[in-house]
């Protein structure tokens, strides 16, 4: 007698374990579930197997071959399309020339099939349904019999008001060839819901035989969970593999467990596995084949799959870990918890309750995990990256999310506050935008939404209007695909870490102030900001010198907000301007490319004679400078240039720049008489360092410029009309300043550190060099007479910069390779 395993199913209620793999692929006990089935079926007598397949399909064939490996013949029956329980038997149909038992391949079940087919023979049915008395049927298909046994009627999926019976369709069918008669072909047809109340109303002999032994559909993961301990406590005859070392305890060939490791059972520990000294198994702990389980690890109540690490002091409860994932040492997975296959833990992060992570995903170190990672590429270590919360739109970075954190930041403020936002021109910004409003309002902050601005006039807006804050939403640079949500205190500048790491703590907690339904904050638009700002910036520069000039100007907006601004601005300045890309389009903004859009700028100052020329990037904040001889200047050069104007015009400058600038600057600095601040090398530190009150210019080495007497923040705006001023008042032409840029010879290597090892490497740097002349601002930068090299590790990857210069581009290279070498050294 031929029996049909029902193996097509997707199991979306067991994902992530079936994201990748087929639902009867899943291990129970260390083996597929397909697999227990199978051997039933042999214990029983079927040994002539047929297998409905659909996802995934040649994972099970290549698992289970042509069944001889184990003592069966197996022909599999592939679905093209999705077709139900019977559609996919029909499917088979050529393979079934007589009477045929059907099963899943997704259950745990050892019930005696021998006797549900001699029930069947003894009854004459032409089908034969095995049944099993559940406590809630609520969940199932409900078969009511009569005293003979003879099916009454079925109830698919009642409510308690119709529980009649409590014997429930195990999905078990003995079936003679008739049945095939009421299964239409080439359509999607299921057995319960069609072609057994069908058979019935027609009035075909159809038996229910309610079974003795132990069925569980492993429909979910709490019920996969509940199987494996249900197996571990002998409720259901199943074989384990391995050596049984002691009451409830299998251990599987080839594993090692260290004298100075406690087992508590019951518990399977799989071929090949490793459990070092100190580590706790504790009940019901299941691990596959070559896991290593490392020091002071502690398990309880969870299954894990083959190929899985688990480092030092790492702790699980209640959760599966999907094969071949890597648990760094320290963290922790809790009640719920799922990891698909191939997930990395990093070091101390935390996995809380119920969170699913989807295969191949990367939890950082020190991250908290409250939500599932579904698409998104990690889970970052902490909400705040270098930009604010930056993520790919509607990925990482979704409405639910910025609602979530526009709550946290908003309940950090009073009730009643006000927080002026804007946006770039892109979609997923404005998408973005309208979710953090949502959160705002929910936690009784006010909005005034500038819609479209850059970020300086929401900068300029916070301060002028008396706003508690900010939140501007934009495109991640040289990224369109990424979002990121910034945040500004009431001084317009982006908040500090103190800051961020109090939004973070109330995120992560979801401790959100919500409240009353008539407290929640309105939404305003305020008018003429774009005037205003104007009006401050004129005020600022010295506006007769500029016009007297008569600039010719080449201008590229890059299809950014500063369209909407520079035209304002240029109005009061007198310039002759040839405007390019002077429109917002996210279409445009999405396919920027910098330098293709510096050299046509480049092109154009040539052939119209311009004095200047200038791509400002889309958030208005930095800007990319063209010489009048139509020559693209680098970022360094353009602030050489920037600084060297400041000195030469304004009486007793100080000014701030970043560590790693070359020496060069310095020596402008110094040969002006000029107090020189260092800065770290982020931008925020730069405008931090630019509103102390005695900085009169500051820079940063990618484009940004600040003139804190305007506003102590980057504004490309702002830092183009002061060029102009400066070009009129000193007479100069930019490519004379240009051609005045002495050479300077910088080299930047990478080192991968890991996180745990990058104070290290700080401080054996500083006790290595400690009589050497160090300037300790941002990471560890050793002065010498012909140059310097600067170390600093990246504060989002686990890597380690060097950037080094000396009198030569090779002496440069080599010092920043020697520098590499050394920390290279110090990690192994």
């Known amino acids: 007698m031929k029996a049909v395993i029902m193996a097509g199913g997707e199991g979306t209620r067991l994902r992530p374990l079936t994201s990748n793999q087929p639902k009867p692929m899943i291990p129970l006990a260390n083996k597929p579930m397909m697999e227990h089935i199978v051997k039933l079926l042999r214990d029983h007598g079927f040994t002539d197997i047929v297998v409905t397949?659909?996802?995934?399909?040649?994972?099970?064939?290549?698992?289970?071959g042509d069944g001889s490996e184990f003592g069966v013949r197996m022909v599999y029956a592939t679905e093209e399309t999705p077709l139900g329980t019977a559609g996919s038997v029909r499917n088979a149909m050529d393979e079934l020339d007589e009477r045929f038992l059907v099963i899943s391949g997704d259950v745990l079940t050892d019930i005696d099939l021998s006797e549900v087919v001699r029930f069947h023979e003894e009854r004459g049915a032409m089908a034969t349904i095995g049944l099993k008395s559940m406590e809630?049927?609520?969940?199932f298909g409900i078969v009511i019999t009569r005293e003979d046994g003879s099916i009454e009627r079925f109830l698919e999926k009642p409510t308690w008001g119709q529980v009649f019976s409590d014997t429930i369709n195990t999905g078990i069918y003995v079936l003679e060839q008739e049945v095939f008669d009421y299964i239409p072909p080439d359509r999607p047809v299921d057995f319960s819901g069609e072609v057994f109340p069908a058979m019935l109303e027609a009035g075909c002999p159809m038996y229910g035989y309610v079974a003795e032994g132990y069925w569980e559909d492993v429909g979910n993961l709490e019920a996969y969970l509940k199987s494996h301990r249900d197996v571990l406590d002998g409720k259901v005859e199943l074989e384990v593999d391995g050596f049984r070392m002691s009451e409830g305890v299998w251990l599987g060939e080839g594993a090692e467990v260290d004298p100075g490791a406690r087992i508590d059972g019951p518990a399977i520990i799989g071929d090949n596995c490793?459990?070092?000294?100190g580590a706790h198994l504790a009940a019901y702990s299941v691990i596959g084949a070559n896991v290593r389980v490392g020091r002071e690890a502690y398990l309880e109540?969870?299954?894990v799959h083959d190929h899985v690490y688990l480092g030092d002091a790492v702790r699980l409860r209640g959760c599966i870990l999907g094969r071949s994932s890597d648990l760094r040492r320290g963290s922790r997975c809790e009640e719920g918890v799922v990891l698909g296959d191939e997930c990395f833990v990093g070091e101390h992060a935390v996995v809380n309750p119920?969170?699913?992570?989807?295969?191949?995903?990367?939890?950082?170190?020190?991250?908290?995990?409250n939500s599932s990672i579904v698409w998104e590429s990690r889970g970052a270590r902490s909400l705040f990256g270098r930009l604010g919360v930056a993520g790919l739109a509607n990925v990482d970075v979704t409405p639910e999310l910025a609602a979530r954190v526009a709550m946290a930041y908003a309940s950090t403020l009073k009730k009643g506050s006000t927080i002026t936002t804007s946006r770039d021109a892109s979609r997923a910004a404005r998408a973005v935008k309208r979710a953090v409003m949502v959160g705002l309002n929910a936690a009784g902050v006010n909005v005034d939404d500038l819609?479209?601005?850059?970020?300086?006039?929401?900068?300029?807006q916070v301060r002028t209007a008396r706003s508690q804050g900010g939140v501007t939403v934009r495109l991640v640079p040289n990224d369109p695909q990424s979002v990121v949500i910034r945040f500004l205190d009431a001084n317009g500048l982006d908040i500090d870490e103190a800051s961020q790491r109090k939004i973070e703590r109330l995120y992560y907690r979801e401790d959100y102030r919500r409240v009353l339904a008539s407290e929640m904050g309105d939404i305003g638009f305020p008018p003429r900001a774009l005037e205003y700002y104007t009006a401050a910036l004129v005020e600022s520069v010295d506006l007769e010198a500029i016009r007297g000039a008569r600039f010719k100007v080449v201008l590229d907006y890059s299809y950014g907000a500063t369209s909407f601004v520079m035209p304002n601005v240029l109005s009061k300045l007198g310039a002759d301007v040839l405007a390019v890309n002077p429109y917002a389009s996210t279409a445009g903004a999405l396919s920027f490319d910098l330098k293709r859009h510096s050299e046509a700028v480049a092109d154009l100052v040539r052939a119209s004679g311009a004095h200047v020329g200038a791509v400002l990037d889309p958030d208005g904040e930095r800007l990319v400078l063209i010489d009048d001889a139509g020559r693209v200047l680098s970022d360094d050069e353009s602030l050489y240039i920037m600084l060297g104007l400041v000195l030469a015009t304004q009486a007793e400058p100080s000014v701030a720049l970043p560590a790693a600038v070359p020496r060069c600057f310095e020596s402008l600095v110094r040969d002006a008489g000029a107090e020189l601040t260092w800065t770290k090398l982020s931008g925020s530190h730069v405008a931090e360092v630019a509103q102390s009150g005695t900085v009169t210019f500051a820079g940063s080495q990618d484009g940004g410029f600040v003139f804190p007497r305007f506003m102590p923040a980057f504004d490309a705006v702002m830092a183009l009309a002061n060029l102009l001023a400066m070009l009129a008042t000193t007479g100069l032409r930019l490519s004379k300043l240009a051609a005045g840029v002495p050479r300077f010879h910088v080299a930047h290597e990478t080192v991968v550190t890991p996180w745990e090892q990058k104070g290290m490497v700080m401080r054996t740097l500083v006790e290595d060099h400690k009589d050497s002349d160090l300037l300790l601002v941002d990471g560890v930068k050793i002065v010498t007479d012909d140059g310097w090299a600067l170390v600093l590790p990246d504060p989002e990857d686990p890597v380690t910069?060097?950037?080094?210069?000396?009198d030569s581009a090779r002496e440069a290279s080599t010092r920043?390779?020697?520098?590499?070498?050394r920390i290279r050294q110090m990690l192994r």
């Open 354 to 369: 119920g969170v699913k992570i989807y295969p191949f995903k990367t939890v950082e170190t020190g991250a908290v995990i």
């Open 816 to 821: 920043a390779q020697e520098m590499s070498r």
């Open 451 to 460: 819609e479209l601005a850059t970020v300086p006039v929401n900068r300029f």
């Open 274 to 277: 490793r459990v070092s000294a």
């Open 301 to 303: 109540r969870c299954v």
């Open 53 to 64: 397949v659909a996802f995934l399909a040649n994972t099970i064939r290549t698992y289970f």
């Open 136 to 139: 809630n049927p609520l969940e």
């Open 801 to 806: 910069h060097v950037w080094a210069e000396a």
